[in-house]
């Protein structure tokens, strides 16, 4: 073990908890967040399109969540970091998604918080690389 272990493990489960969390906040409690995507989405091009984003940022919530979650088991296991990449190419893949929805619901703030998200992505390829 040395600090890119640490690392690997780190930014992995840094993904498997936010995106586990996130989405299952969003299964838990679909009617209040798809209340919620309605309204932040009410003015926007994609305002016919809120279930459809919804239920597929859930879902690919849900893949980054459980593949960064198995691929921190693989890491301590000793098995590598495939399925650890994985896992961060999938909360990428998410973090753009909701970093283009934001963007177009002229959320600025809420695009600004995704940016550290999305460096801690970008380090994490470093990492896993």
Not at 15 to 33: E, H, M, R
Not at 79 to 103: D, M, N, P, Y
Request: hydrophobic share 60%.
């Amino acid at each position: 073990m040395d600090a890119d272990w640490y690392g690997q493990v780190a930014v992995t489960a840094f993904f498997a908890i936010a995106f586990l969390q996130s989405a299952a906040d969003k299964w838990l409690d679909s009617a209040g967040n798809m209340e919620f995507f309605g309204s932040h989405f009410s003015n926007s091009p994609l305002a016919a399109l809120v279930p459809l984003m919804f239920w597929t940022i859930t879902l690919l919530e849900s893949l980054a969540g459980l593949v960064s979650g198995a691929g921190v088991i693989m890491i301590l296991l000793g098995k590598g970091v495939e399925i650890a990449l994985w896992g961060l190419i999938l909360s990428t893949l998410s973090l753009l998604c909701l970093f283009f929805g934001q963007r177009l619901a002229k959320d600025y703030a809420g695009a600004a918080v995704l940016a550290s998200y999305f460096t801690v992505a970008l380090l994490g390829f470093v990492v896993l690389s």
